[in-house]
């Protein structure tokens, strides 16, 4: 007994006929006739009395159609049932870096609570080392930061969304000037030592012996970008791509070579992963940043 069979006896008592049920179920009228002949092979039964110019089920036919009904509710229903244990329910407590929120996360969490639409999701922002110890503190439970940089608080893991490349950044009269000389002229406006992403830049700063100026030390992308917008100094930042330097009429020119960049990642403590709710968030986040063409880190 095939499911396929079940529904066309119910057409064919809700049309009244087999040729318009085989319209209804997009079969030919020959193929409707041998679906009822093998349900009547299988329960060794009539289901039709043919004696009629219009088909009428016999007693055993308004049976199985009763029982049709059923069975086709059933399997129609756990479909359904299926769909909903997907949703996610409850509380989420996710921390993110504020780079994120200036393009990616705002929409990536509108699709998570239209795709869960009974999940509960609070969100705060802070540096990525902040994020790492209020994890590890039960604070949050998932956390999207750069890629840890020792020495970071023990039991986490990390699974990668996306990568930033490096730029150095400066002023727009700085257009025909190097790295080198960009960052001998101008006073650097770096990233907070105590953060992840700062922690990188000096490393590899120290890694290419250039010498600079230290003129503010900012926690902040964005406020380093206008700082530099306003001629006090050049910033070394992660950006998207260039282009969003150039807009603002800012000189931009790759940092490292090869370029340095950043991994955003999604982390979590071991042990205690909350595994559907970082699925569902990663999931967003890379079809976000796909879209705005960010480039995944392998």
């Known amino acids: 007994m095939s499911l396929r069979a079940l529904r066309t006896l119910v057409a064919i008592a809700q049309h009244g006929s087999f040729v318009r049920a085989a319209e209804a179920v997009f079969l030919t009228q020959s193929a409707v006739s041998l679906q009822v002949r093998q349900l009547e092979r299988e329960f060794n039964a009539a289901l039709f009395d043919r004696s009629h110019r219009v088909p009428t089920l016999t007693d055993a036919g308004k049976i199985v159609l009763e029982r049709a009904h059923e069975i086709i509710a059933l399997y129609d229903g756990l479909h359904n049932e299926l769909v909903e244990s997907e949703k996610l329910s409850g509380r989420l407590r996710l921390g993110a870096i504020r780079s994120i929120f200036a ?3 705002p929409t990536a969490l509108a699709q998570l609570q239209a795709r869960h639409p009974k999940l509960r999701i609070l969100v705060s922002s802070g540096l990525s080392a902040e994020l790492a110890v209020r994890l590890t503190n039960d604070e949050l439970d998932v956390a999207i930061t750069t890629e840890p940089v020792k ?3 023990p039991g986490l893991f990390s699974t990668p969304l996306y990568r930033e490349d490096y730029w150095i950044v400066a002023p727009r009269e700085a257009a025909n000037k190097d790295a080198r000389r960009i960052l001998h002229e101008y006073p650097l ?5 105590h953060s992840w992403a700062g922690r990188s830049i000096a490393r590899e700063l120290r890694k290419q012996k250039l010498k600079f100026e230290i003129g503010m030390e900012l926690d902040d992308l964005e406020a380093i970008v206008q700082m530099v917008s306003k001629g006090l100094g050049a910033g070394i930042v992660p950006l998207f791509t260039s282009q969003q330097a150039t807009a603002q009429g800012l000189t931009c020119l790759p940092f490292g070579s090869p370029q340095r960049h950043r991994k955003v990642v999604i982390l979590e403590r071991e042990g205690r992963p909350a595994l559907q709710f970082a699925q569902a ?6 079809e976000c940043a796909e ?4 480039i995944f880190s392998s």
């Open 103 to 105: 393009d990616i996360l």
């Open 151 to 153: 020495p970071h608080p």
């Open 291 to 294: 879209r705005t063409n960010k």
């Open 189 to 193: 406006i770096r990233f907070d030592q």
């Open 281 to 286: 968030v990663a999931h967003e986040i890379k």
